[in-house]
T-cell receptor, first 113, second 110 residues
Framework: EPEVTQTPSHQVTQMGQEVILRCVPISNHLYFYWYRQILGQKVEFLVSFYNNEISEKSEIFDDQFSVERPDGSNFTLKIRSTKLEDSAMYFC???????????FGPGTRLTVT | GENVEQHPSTLSVQEGDSAVIKCTYSDSASNYFPWYKQELGKRPQLIIDIRSNVGEKKDQRIAVTLNKTAKHFSLHITETQPEDSAVYFCAALGYQKVTFGTGTKLQVIP
């Protein structure tokens, strides 16, 4: 069964550094999402992406964040200058239909020191 | 924006009993309501979902009900088993934005 994959599984970075989190959505899916989950808290929506542009974004997704689909398979989340409070699990998700079931990747644990 | 509230935050039940988790949402434009189960350190996994044109949906021991007028939806798990122990999240989807509830930690006591 096709799955969403994410790399790396764990990223440790120093405050102020740029990080890029990578996701490979399911191949025939058209809608892509990034979420974050601070340890012990709820899953928070960051951004949705369709047709090579952002569809929706939350207030968390400020100028420090950007997303890109650089080729036909990858979907990336960039954080330009990481802060301690960016430490969280970041989940990528995709779906094939608007408003349909989203398939989550295994997550990338980002630790900012 | 959408606001999803979820109750209770923790729930302990004896094995074999039922568990009910409730959520309310604020945006009448939300039209898709999934429920996720998340085990420690794992990704959220969809267990059941319901669309706004349906009032109830059942899948074996799991059921979801939706009251659009009152803007609330509930998860019902019957005949609970220890492996049902996890954190459960409700969510509401508007256009392309998903808002999650705060989670319910369910503990099933053998």
């Amino acid at each position: 069964e096709p799955e969403v994959t994410q790399t790396p599984s764990h990223q440790v970075t120093q405050m102020g550094q740029e990080v890029i989190l990578r996701c490979v959505p399911i191949s025939n899916h058209l809608y892509f999402y990034w979420y974050r989950q601070i340890l012990g808290q709820k899953v928070e929506f960051l951004v949705s992406f369709y047709n090579n542009e952002i569809s929706e974004k939350s207030e968390i997704f400020d100028d420090q964040f950007s997303v890109e689909r650089p080729d036909g398979s990858n979907f990336t989340l960039k954080i330009r200058s990481t802060k301690l409070e960016d430490s969280a699990m970041y989940f990528c998700a995709s779906n094939g239909l608007a408003g349909g079931e989203q398939y989550f990747g295994p997550g990338t644990r980002l630790t900012v020191t | 924006g959408e606001n999803v509230e979820q109750h209770p935050s923790t729930l302990s039940v004896q094995e074999g009993d039922s568990a009910v988790i409730k959520c309310t949402y604020s945006d009448s434009a939300s039209n898709y309501f999934p429920w996720y189960k998340q085990e420690l350190g794992k990704r959220p996994q969809l267990i059941i979902d319901i669309r706004s044109n349906v009032g109830e949906k059942k899948d074996q021991r799991i059921a979801v009900t939706l009251n659009k007028t009152a803007k609330h939806f509930s998860l019902h798990i019957t005949e609970t088993q220890p492996e049902d122990s996890a954190v459960y999240f409700c969510a509401a989807l508007g256009y392309q934005k998903v808002t999650f509830g705060t989670g319910t930690k369910l503990q099933v006591i053998p």
